[in-house]
Structure formats: C-alpha cells, structure tokens
C-alpha cells in the first residue's frame, strides 16, 4: 500500500471511529409501527451519494475528523432512492436492484417515484415522462421492478402541488401555467385532468402489489390549506393508496407536520363521509378560531412549534383541534401518512425581510440541519414512519434569491448553487453540524 493511501486509510478509519462513539445508531434500525402501516425493522440504506465520499475524504485527510464522521452518518443514515427517468426497461432494473439490495440488509426500500409529464412546473427539477401513455408505461415498469418485495413509495414530490393550469375549486387559486407545445398529443398536455389520470394509474399499478405501502402529496404546513390538499388527494386516488407524504424536500418543524397530517386525514374523513364534498368547511392552519379563543382566529405561525397549550396566539392549535372534534363526532379518520424529517432540524428558514424579491425559502436555505432520524415508531396513530425522502446534501437547485438575471446565491457567498440533484458539498456539511439529533 502506499503511503498516501495508507493515510487515507487510516484517516477514514478514524473517523468512521469518532462516527461510531457519536452515533450508536447508525445502522439506522426503526421498530415496527404504532399505527396500520408498513410494519418495519430498518429502512434501506442507499450507497452514498456522488460526491459525498470525496468530501468525507478532503475533511478526514485535513483533519477535520469530527466533520468528516458527521457527513459520514448523513449519508449512512437510512433514505430514499429517487427514480427520475429511463426507459420503462432501465427504470424496472433499476427498481428491481435496489429492493434486493434492501433485502439483502433485511430492510425496507424507501422508493420516490419522480417522472411526472411537466414535473415541477418547469422550474429547478424540470422534466418527467413525455405524455400520459408515456408515464403509465413508465410507472408500469417501476412496480414491476419492485415485484413481491416490501416497498414504501413516496409517489411524485410536488405532484399535487404545482399542477399546470390548474384552478383550485376550493378558493380559485392558481399554481403555475404552461403551454402546450406545439404537436403535442392530447395525452401529453399539460392539463389538470392528464395529472390526475396520470397518478390514479400510478397508484392502480403499485397497489397491485400486496407488499407495496404509497402515499401521494399533500405539500406541508407552509403551503396547501389542509381542505385544498384533501380534496386533491381525494382526485389522485388516496382512498386506494396507503395514504400521503408532507414536507417532502423541506423544512418545516416535525411536530407542526404532524398536526397539519392529522388535519388532513381528518378532513378526508370528514369531507368523504360526513359531508361530501365540503372541503372548504374543512379547518385548517390559516385560521385557528375556535370555542376555546372566542372565534377570534389568526393564521398560524410556521417559525415556532405548534400545540394546543401554546401560549402564543398564533401557535396554539386548540380552537381547530375543538372544531374538528366536533365535526367528526364517532367517525374516524383512516388516511395515514409519513413525514420527510431529513432537513428539518432546525424549522424553516426566515429570510430577511425585504432583502430578496423572492427569498425562495425552499430553495438551498442557509443554518438548516438534519432532523429525526427515519423510524416507524412515530407515537402517532396515523403518522406511519418518519422517512429521510430528500437527499441531505444534495442541491434544491441553482437558485438566486429573485435577483433577476442573477446566476448566484448571496446566501451561499455569491456563489453558484450546484444544479438540483448534485452534491452540494457547504450545504452538506452544515445539515451535519447543525443537526438536531
């Protein structure tokens, strides 16, 4: 061996050593469920993302062994395993590989299936499959691949929250518009109506697989009110799914997101056997009146942790939580759900205010960290794990602040963001450092 190797070697291994006193838990081990869904030991833990080891290396090999053992666990932390393109056959392969990988480590593949026709509106992670025929055989062949083995499917991020032309129902809002390009087939605009056809398909062909657990979006606390992201739930096909995801891909605090999952489910339940159809009577996190405030609401506030015994007005929950239990009587809601905890550690990012025409927040926010670590033992009856569904330390995309014709992020230094999906090697290691566990 050479010396230089040598010192690599033993660099490595020291860190690996720091990585092991700091973090017992590792492997990444969760116990069976307290609620209906998947019951599970361990979640799949991917290789290591591109980039991530070179990192590790650079920071053991200048000494920085307690940074190189903290991005060492991130990225041996239990998390998804994103599919983002292919040929129906790569993309079968691909499936097929990764959950015998999973049951070689006698664990549970977190699979994110992401090749919506017009996904993310065109914008960071634009792309996706050619039209609605496209998709299904796409789609087709990723349940192929998964077969008989066990399975959580996180079913196209920002799937229901930014479709093209689409007008909500519910309070006329809008989320992106999108022409049809020239010569396209009446199955690959980008209309409301192909979406929805597009992801009932997809959850027809997943759950006929007995072992495969899918959940669909439903965005987060910062985002869709809660009757808006039931009734587009309800569209895509929920009520043959396992349930929804929140917060994929961002910030916001852990236990706001459990509310917020535990107000949609209700509001499923409500709006579907109640009184169908009534999602607007649905209450939700931008109004919090109820009986125990006089009916004197305020929207909720996302940079603190709500609950019921909060003592400031815009973080207490309890007037909503009174009206729902009113609402529902003796019904109870069944829509399960998991959270993406991989970033949210620290809560969302408040940006300054007025420094940016559009801070996207979402979008590479400084002084995050890693949140809780995947587990099926959530303590919530209908939150059925808390999953690591986006990549820590991987780009939300190149994103400037608003600054038109800007290609940096003041931020970051001035620097130029890596594109989404790339190894974002000063975002990687702060997520490390700040960690919440």
């Not at 093209?164 to 309070?171: I, K």
């Not at 396992?242 to 961002?250: E, K, L």
């Not at 709500?306 to 815009?314: L, N």
Request: with cysteine; proline share 8%; glycine share 10%.
């Amino acid at each position: 061996m050479s010396r230089t190797a040598f010192r690599a070697a033993v660099v490595l291994t020291a860190a690996i050593c720091v990585l092991a006193l700091s973090a017992p838990d590792a492997a990444g081990a969760a116990r069976p469920s307290s609620g209906t869904g998947p019951a599970v030991s361990r979640f799949y833990t991917p290789p290591p993302p591109p980039g991530s080891l070179a990192q590790i290396w650079a920071l053991a090999h200048s000494g920085r062994l307690r940074d190189a053992a903290l991005v060492l666990r991130e990225v041996t932390t239990p998390q998804a395993v994103w599919f983002t393109k292919g040929t129906p056959a790569q993309v079968r392969g691909e499936v097929r590989r990764t959950v015998r990988a999973a049951r070689l480590q006698r664990a549970v593949a977190t699979l994110v299936a992401y090749d919506l026709p017009y996904r993310d509106c065109g914008q960071y992670s634009a792309g996706g499959a050619a039209g609605t025929s496209a998709y299904a055989a796409w789609i087709d062949a990723f349940a192929a691949g998964i077969g008989d083995q066990r399975a959580v499917v996180v079913l196209e991020p920002d799937g229901l929250g930014l479709i093209p032309n689409y007008v909500s129902a519910l309070d006329g809002s809008s989320n992106c518009t999108l022409a049809s390009p020239p010569g396209v087939p009446a199955d690959g605009a980008p209309t409301p109506e192909n979406r929805f056809t597009q992801l009932n398909h997809a959850v027809d062909a997943l759950t006929a697989h007995p072992n495969v657990s899918v959940y669909l979006d439903a965005t987060h606390t910062a985002w869709q009110n809660v009757g808006e992201s039931a009734d587009r739930l309800v569209k895509a096909g929920v009520q043959r799914a396992a349930g929804f995801f929140v917060n994929a891909s961002n910030y916001q605090f852990t236990p706001n997101l459990a509310q917020y999952g535990d107000w949609v489910s209700k509001c499923l339940a409500y709006a579907t056997t109640i009184n169908p159809g009534d999602y607007n009577g649905c209450p939700n996190q931008y109004w919090n009146g109820g009986p125990s405030n006089g009916w004197t609401g305020v929207a909720l506030n996302n940079y603190g942790i709500w609950s019921d015994t909060a003592t400031t007005a815009d973080l207490n929950t309890l007037g909503v939580n009174e009206r729902y239990d009113s609402m529902l009587g003796a019904t109870v809601p069944t829509a399960h759900f998991v959270v993406d905890t991989s970033r949210n550690g620290q809560g969302p990012w408040k940006p300054p205010s007025g420094a940016y025409p559009d801070a996207q927040d979402w979008c590479n926010p400084p002084g995050r960290g890693l949140g809780e670590r995947p587990t099926a033992n959530t303590g919530d009856l209908l939150m059925d794990a808390k999953l690591w569904i986006k990549t820590p330390g991987q780009s939300d995309g190149q994103c400037n602040r608003g600054v038109a014709g800007a290609t940096t992020d003041p931020e970051w230094g001035g620097i130029t963001d890596p594109a989404a999906g790339a190894w974002f090697p000063q975002q990687a290691l702060q997520l490390a450092q700040l960690s919440s566990r």
